[in-house]
């Protein structure tokens, strides 16, 4: 199931089959669209398309081409208009010199004002942005200083990330302002230039971003009738061919469908309230591997870690409030065989439940299935024993976060004394290497880790094998 977060279904492409596009889109997984606005009257028209059908939502605002339409009694009326109960934001708004339609001032002036009708109103913003990237960031840098309480309600406190203040839809530019983006609460969203094929010499932009941009940031629309995905490239788009967008970020993420749909909902979830929030889980599937979240506590404190905060991964939500016993995790993985490893992860440091581990882990094995364990390599300080030739047999392979193969730096980064735990991962590391064979130790992208020592010391030191975590 997915959700279309940019179609103008408002737009006259569809003044003649517009209960046949629904249809199709319904038909091919589509739960629910969000129409935006441009000007005034086709932001009515979004809300009248809400109020006739439940799977539509609506957005309220004036395009940066119709910016120069926005005076004071106009923006007034998207205000009104945005308190109707099926409008879940203002947009979409933004700024475009690519066709300066609109004079560059009065496109500023128009932004402004909206993002701060979007802030009256706590709502989220739809940012559409076109060679405009600097001027854009400015005022979105700005308004978030000014208010920084919009969209934060004290309860996302712990979290990592600010809660969701919008979406960059269309987005266009490069990695770093990716980030930059995300940590100002925003997401971003291709339509169908992700499906095209980069000219020679050339890599497919979007590709780029999806390499380091986690789904967990990432909404899906397809701005019909505008960009259509491959294979209908040049016909008008339409909200049934989003879930070729959906395949093609699967495939450059190397996640499934599903995990592209579930993740991306949830994230539709928490900027425009639409949809539902996943009850917590203890077993999670992500491609065709089951993880076992079998607790949320942990000896360690890592700053990027959301642990404390909602605990969510790929679109689960894993704050379990009981810790599952041994019998309930059976009972979930059903069948072991079905999947291609089962792996101990979770938020938490699953070595604090060893017995758990190996009464499980045993099980798994006795029915045909791979384990595989994620752990932050304190498992014998844990248990203030060597516990890795208790995992022989059990445990296939091992993977360790090691962060930073900087004691200092990796004390930082997780809140503990730097020399003690840092020597023990190493240790626990080498013993994996001698007991169990296949160990990959990982760091995490853009935590300021350097990765090409840190390869060459798990290659050669400790013989494991290196892998970096794309982090955002
Ligand atoms: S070791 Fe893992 S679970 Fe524990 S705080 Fe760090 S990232 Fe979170
Ligand atoms: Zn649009």
Redesign the pocket.
């Known amino acids: 199931m997915f959700i279309d977060t ?1 179609a ?1 279904l408002n737009s006259k492409e569809y003044n003649n089959d517009l209960d046949d596009t629904i249809k199709r889109a319904v038909d091919s997984g589509v739960e629910f669209i969000i129409v ?1 606005g441009t000007d005034i009257e086709s932001s009515r028209r979004a809300i009248e398309l809400a109020e006739n059908y439940e799977i539509i939502y609506a957005a309220v605002g004036f395009h940066p081409h119709d910016a120069h339409k926005a005076d004071p009694e106009a923006l007034n009326i998207i205000e009104k208009l945005s308190r109707h109960p099926k409008v879940v934001a203002i947009g ?1 708004v933004g700024l475009d010199y690519h066709y300066n339609f609109s004079p560059q001032d009065v496109q500023k002036y128009v932004f402004k004002r909206q993002i701060e009708i979007a802030q009256r109103l706590n709502l989220p913003v739809i940012i ?1 942005q076109r060679e405009a990237e600097k001027d854009t960031l400015q005022i979105v840098r700005d308004k978030v200083l000014e208010n920084p309480l919009w969209r934060q309600d004290g309860s996302n406190a712990m979290n990592r990330f600010p809660s969701p203040r919008g979406v960059f ?1 269309s987005f266009s530019g490069d990695s770093a302002t990716a980030w930059e983006v995300i940590k100002l609460g925003f997401y971003i969203s291709f339509p169908g230039m992700v499906t095209f094929k980069p000219r020679k010499d050339s890599i497919n932009n979007s590709h780029k971003i999806l390499e380091k941009v986690s789904i967990e940031h990432i909404l899906l629309e397809t ?1 019909s009738p ?1 960009l259509t995905p491959e294979p209908f490239r040049g016909k008008r788009n339409e909200p049934a061919y989003l879930k070729y967008i959906a395949e093609k970020i699967a495939e450059v993420q190397d996640l499934s469908v599903e995990d592209i749909g579930r993740t991306s909902n949830l994230g539709a979830y928490k900027l425009f309230g639409i949809g539902k929030y996943p009850e917590p889980t203890y077993v999670y599937k992500i491609r065709n591997s089951l993880y076992l979240n079998i607790t949320i506590r942990c000896n360690a404190d890592c700053w990027f870690c959301d642990r404390k905060g909602e605990a969510l991964v790929k679109g689960y939500n894993l704050k379990i409030k009981e810790e599952p016993t041994p019998e309930e995790i059976i009972k979930a993985i059903e069948d072991p065989k079905k999947y291609d490893e089962i792996v101990f992860c979770g938020y938490g440091e699953p070595t604090i439940r060893l017995d758990v581990i190996k009464q499980v882990g045993n099980w798994i094995k006795q029915n045909g299935g791979k384990v595989r364990l994620n752990t932050d390599g304190h498992g014998s300080l844990i248990n203030h024993r060597n516990i890795v030739p208790e995992l022989v047999g059990i445990v296939d392979s091992v993977s360790i976060s090691l962060n930073s193969i900087d004691p200092e730096q990796y004390g930082k980064m997780m809140h503990l004394d730097p020399e003690k735990y840092f020597n023990a991962m190493i240790e626990f590391a080498k013993e994996s290497v001698k007991y169990i064979g296949d160990v990959t130790m990982t760091i995490v992208d853009l935590t300021g880790a350097d990765e090409i020592k840190a390869k060459k010391f798990v290659e050669n030191e400790i013989g494991a094998k290196f892998k970096n975590r794309p982090y955002f």
Do not use: M
């Open positions: 940019h103008h935006p979409e559409h839809h701005d505008y």
